[in-house]
């Protein structure tokens, strides 16, 4: 999960800027807030969209947060697109996950009178916490000493801990956490910096369960305390499908390439979008000089007129290519005979793509078939000649016969 898709689903405005002052993204909250939606915000600097009698202040609060992590500036006037001021309190976060510019998140919390603010906070609160309870996803919160003052459900089908288990551990005390580094991470995250820990084996200490995680960690602070939201996906099952999906693509790659035929796919062009290695044995040519081109590019041209209309026929009807016997002519000029099967690839909607299949060189077998039909010719041809011979011999014995008769 993307660090932007995070910061949209958070109910406070966000936004990331350079250490310059350039906006590099704003999240739904501040551009709803702002009513600035409809405007490519990442055009603007951060100048642009603060009072002028509040840029010194701006100025000093990047300034600061480029050094110490973390800073929040009060009574920031902030314009919004049709002019108006909505003064907020800024926090300066330090963003350190980029290794090409230095970002700097930057969290709005709007000035207004205490009643109402607790009113809208208190039912923000309740839906953001049912939110996060039933996200698809693990959310837990560490403070400064490392325990865990919140898990959701997620986050504990995940661990394959319970509740009470969960919120008694300390992660500063984790052999594991300090195996796979995630105590230097988390350490990093409480100081005020954002993290990402991408496909982590990680087996829960408790629970022994073990999963692969990518971990997110946003500095947080609620009631002046510093404190960490940790957010975990698990892409175990997808991890276990890609690599089934490698193997798989191995195991076909092997059985492609130990072929004694040549496998093939064409468009609904007729032209080929793949070809194996296995052509080269067959026609001659290189895979590259195949693709692009058509099988009737190949045929000797009375073959491919013949070949071409029973080509016609087939696909008008969606049908298998089923031992379509058709002469070659292969690179280096020899009649090359192929026999070819194939099946038609069709999508959801009914339409055909093209088609996928195997050629097999039968030339030999073909010729071979040739000089039998041909020996067997010239020995009926002979037995013929013989019974003809026999007759004639007969005919001349029994004119002798009366000949010494008479």
């Not at 009072?51 to 009060?74: H, N, P, R, W, Y």
């Not at 609160?125 to 003052?149: C, H, M, R, W």
């Not at 969960?166 to 052999?175: A, H, Q």
């Not at 629970?207 to 946003?218: A, D, E, Q, W």
Request: charged share 30%.
């Amino acid at each position: 999960m993307s660090l932007e898709k995070i910061l949209d689903h958070i109910n406070e405005p966000i936004l990331i800027i350079t250490a310059d002052g350039k906006v590099r993204y704003g999240n739904e909250k501040w551009l709803k807030k702002f009513n600035y939606r409809d405007t490519k915000i990442n055009s603007l600097s951060i100048n642009d969209l603060v009072d002028k009698a509040a840029i010194k202040d701006i100025s000093g609060g990047i300034e600061t947060v480029l050094k110490s992590g973390f800073i929040e500036v009060q009574n920031i006037p902030i314009i919004n697109r049709s002019g108006g001021i909505i003064k907020c309190n800024c926090s300066f976060i330090f963003l350190n996950n980029d290794k090409d510019i230095q970002s700097i998140i930057l969290i709005a919390h709007e000035l207004r009178e205490v009643s109402s603010i607790e009113n809208e906070l208190e039912a923000e609160s309740k839906l953001n916490q049912d939110i996060i309870d039933y996200a698809p996803f693990g959310v837990y919160i560490i403070n400064t000493k490392g325990n865990i003052e919140y898990v959701n459900k997620s986050m504990l089908k995940i661990s394959n801990d319970t509740y009470e288990d969960f919120v008694k551990i300390n992660v500063f005390k984790l052999p594991s956490y300090l195996k796979s580094g995630l105590i230097n991470k988390i350490t990093e995250g409480l100081s005020g910096k954002y993290f990402v820990v991408k496909e982590l084996t990680y087996t829960s200490q408790i629970g022994n369960k073990t999963t692969i995680r990518n971990f997110v960690g946003i500095p947080l602070i609620k009631n002046n305390e510093k404190k960490l939201i940790i957010i975990v996906e698990d892409v175990t099952e997808y991890k276990l499908t890609e690599k089934a999906l490698r193997e798989s693509e191995k195991r076909f790659k092997d059985l492609i390439l130990n072929m004694a035929d040549w496998v093939w796919e064409v468009n609904s062009e007729g032209k080929y979008v793949y070809t194996s290695s296995r052509v080269e044995k067959i026609l001659g040519y290189e895979s590259k000089e195949i693709i692009g081109k058509t099988p009737f590019e190949f045929m000797p041209k009375s073959e491919s007129v013949k070949i071409g209309k029973i080509f016609q026929e087939i696909v008008a009807n969606k049908k298998p290519i089923i031992n379509l016997q058709n002469w070659n002519i292969s690179k280096e000029g020899k009649r090359i005979c192929i026999l070819t099967n194939g099946v038609p690839i069709i999508d959801e909607s009914g339409q055909l793509l093209g088609y996928r299949g195997v050629d097999k060189d039968i030339t030999e077998e073909v010729e071979y078939r040739k000089k039998i039909e041909t020996m067997n010719e010239f020995m009926v041809g002979r037995e013929v000649k013989m019974i003809e011979l026999k007759n004639e011999i007969k005919k001349l014995n029994e004119e002798l016969k009366k000949q010494r008769d008479t």
